[in-house]
């Protein structure tokens, strides 16, 4: 069972490169989310897709974009990266309700230099 | 943005103790839920709750639901070296962005041998 697979596993870039993280589930879930996780910060939502077609922002959008490419692949882009961006990026999914649990991929650490 | 506190933020105990973390919001939650992170891994489900004043037990680990549905607790009874990492908190809230699940900080667990 794949879950959830993100790519790449490690990156680094310069500063101002642009790149796009990728992510996919073979669970049929509607909802998928992005989130970034920083020492002594938690997991803090960067944008999430309650359903194929939709996207909204959550806590820390600023410098980021995202598609929902279809059911399975919600991709995250960084249009001119920034060392603030250097963190472990986190995709996840849901089947939809409040309830359900979220499956995490194994994540991407992002270096920014 | 929802705020969702956790404490403590760091936690070292003897293996054979007991430990409560804690995890608190100013709003109500429709549904709560806890993770376990270990290192290099992604979040991965303890529990959810969605009924106020609800328990759960996983084998050592007891999951309180406050009344008012604002507030949770997780307990440890005899700690062991295993139970050793990142415990989450996540809430889902009702209305708008309600397909949100925001994280707390999270409680970095040590068990010492």
């Known amino acids: 069972n794949a879950g959830v697979t993100q790519t790449p596993k490690f990156q680094v870039l310069k500063t101002g490169q642009s790149m796009t993280l990728q992510c996919a589930q073979d669970m049929n879930h509607n909802s998928m989310y992005w989130y970034r996780q920083d020492p002594g910060m938690g997991l803090r939502l960067i944008y999430y897709?309650?359903?194929?077609?939709?996207?909204d922002k959550g806590e820390v959008p600023n410098g980021y974009n995202v598609s929902r490419l279809n059911k399975r692949e919600f991709s995250l882009r960084l249009e001119s990266a920034a060392p603030s961006q250097t963190s472990v990026y986190f995709c996840?999914?849901?089947?939809?309700?409040?309830?359900?649990?979220?499956?995490f991929g194994q994540g991407t650490r992002l270096t920014v230099v | 943005t929802q705020l969702l506190e956790q404490s403590p933020q760091f936690l070292s105990i003897q293996e054979g103790e007991n430990l409560t973390v804690y995890c608190n919001s100013s709003?109500?939650?429709?549904?709560l839920q806890w993770y376990r992170q270990e290192p290099g891994e992604g979040p991965v489900l303890l529990v959810t709750?969605?009924?106020?004043?609800e328990v759960k037990k996983l084998k050592r680990l007891t999951f309180q639901f406050g009344d008012a549905r604002k507030d949770s607790s997780l307990h440890i009874t005899a700690a062991q070296p295993g139970d050793t990492g990142l415990y989450l908190c996540a809430g889902s809230y009702s209305g708008a962005g309600s397909y949100q699940l925001t994280f707390g900080k999270g409680t970095k667990l040590s068990v010492i041998p």
């Open positions: 709003s109500v939650f429709s549904s």
């Open positions: 897709s309650a359903s194929e077609g939709t996207t």
């Open positions: 996840a999914s849901r089947a939809g309700g409040r309830s359900t649990e979220a499956f």
């Open positions: 709750v969605v009924t106020g004043g």
